[in-house]
C-alpha cells in the first residue's frame, strides 16, 4: 500500500528531472512518442506523458534507481582509489608508523585501531592467524585514538615503545588485554612485557609522538575513515572485525597489483 502511495510522487519527480533533460537534448524537429516532434510538445505536455509512461513501467524506476546506485558505488571506489594512490606514501611508508610481521614483505596491510575498540580486540587473534601463515606480509600499525583519553595515552605510549624496539609486543599485549585500558593499565602492561617504564613515561612526552598522532587523524579524514578496525591494502579499504578469510582476498588482491 504504501509503495503505491509512493509511486505518483516519485513517477512525479522523475518526470520533471527527465522531462527537463529531454527539452534540452532533443534536437528540434524529431519525434517523440505520441505523435507530435518534440518542437511541438510543450513542457506540460511532454512531463505527462513520461509520467504516464512510468506509472505504467514501474519496472523503469527500479531499473534506473539500482542503475544510479550502481553508478554511485564504483565512482566512489574510483575516488577511494585515487585517494589512496595519492597518499600512498603516507599509508604505507610514514616512517613514524610502526611495522611488524616481515617488513621487506611484498605486501602491506595498513591497520586504523584503537586500544578500547571492541572490535578491533575482536579481530586480533584473526590478525595474528594471517600473519603467521604469511611470511611475506608486511604490517604497518596505524595509531588512531577516536576512544577518549584512555586511548590517547595508549597510542602515545606504543609509539614511545618503538624507541626500545618493543612496539609489537606492546601492541598486542594491550590488544589482547581485558577490560579498558587507561593509563595506569598502559603503564602496567609496560612493565608486564619488560619496558623501562621510566623511559617510556619520557619517551611519551616527545612532541614527535603527538604529531605523528595527529597526521594519522588527518590522514584518516583524507581517506574517509571514521571508525575502527580500519584496513588498508593496494587500493581497497575494508571497516570492521572482518573473516579472514575477507582480509585474505583482500591481500591476495593487493598482491596482485
Given at each position: 500500500m504504501r509503495a503505491r502511495i509512493l509511486a505518483p510522487f516519485v513517477a512525479s519527480a522523475l518526470a520533471g528531472a527527465i522531462g527537463g533533460w529531454a527539452l534540452s537534448t532533443f534536437v528540434p524537429g524529431e519525434w517523440f512518442p505520441g505523435g507530435k516532434p518534440v518542437e511541438?510538445?510543450?513542457?506540460?505536455?511532454?512531463e505527462e506523458k513520461l509520467r504516464q509512461f512510468i506509472q505504467e513501467n514501474p519496472e523503469v524506476v527500479?531499473?534506473?534507481?539500482?542503475?544510479?546506485?550502481?553508478?554511485?558505488?564504483?565512482?566512489?571506489?574510483?575516488?577511494?582509489?585515487?585517494?589512496?594512490?595519492?597518499?600512498s606514501d603516507e599509508i604505507f611508508d610514514d616512517s613514524a608508523s610502526p611495522v611488524g610481521g616481515n617488513p621487506s614483505g611484498d605486501v602491506t596491510i595498513v591497520e586504523f585501531f584503537d586500544y578500547n575498540c571492541p572490535y578491533c580486540r575482536k579481530v586480533v587473534p584473526t590478525l595474528i592467524e594471517i600473519e603467521r601463515s604469511d611470511p611475506k606480509l608486511r604490517f604497518v600499525y596505524k595509531e588512531f585514538p577516536i576512544l577518549g583519553p584512555g586511548s590517547l595515552f595508549a597510542a602515545r605510549a606504543a609509539l614511545a615503545s618503538v624507541r626500545q624496539g618493543m612496539y609489537v609486543e606492546y601492541h598486542k599485549a594491550m590488544m589482547q588485554s581485558p577490560g579498558s585500558i587507561t593509563d595506569d593499565r598502559a603503564i602496567e602492561i609496560a612493565a608486564t612485557v619488560g619496558l623501562d617504564v621510566d623511559r617510556l613515561k619520557r619517551d611519551m612526552e616527545d612532541p614527535?609522538?603527538?604529531a605523528a598522532i595527529e597526521r594519522n587523524h588527518e590522514l584518516a579524514a583524507t581517506l574517509g575513515i571514521n571508525g575502527t578496525p580500519t584496513f588498508v591494502a593496494g587500493t581497497k579499504m575494508l571497516?570492521?572485525?572482518?573473516?579472514?578469510?575477507?582480509?585474505e582476498d583482500m591481500i591476495a588482491r593487493a598482491r596482485k597489483q
Open positions: 511541438q510538445t510543450s513542457s506540460g505536455e511532454l527500479a531499473d534506473a534507481a539500482r542503475t544510479l546506485q550502481e553508478r554511485r558505488r564504483a565512482s566512489a571506489k574510483d575516488e577511494l582509489a585515487a585517494r589512496i594512490s595519492l597518499r614527535e609522538i603527538q571497516v570492521g572485525a572482518q573473516p579472514r578469510k575477507v582480509i
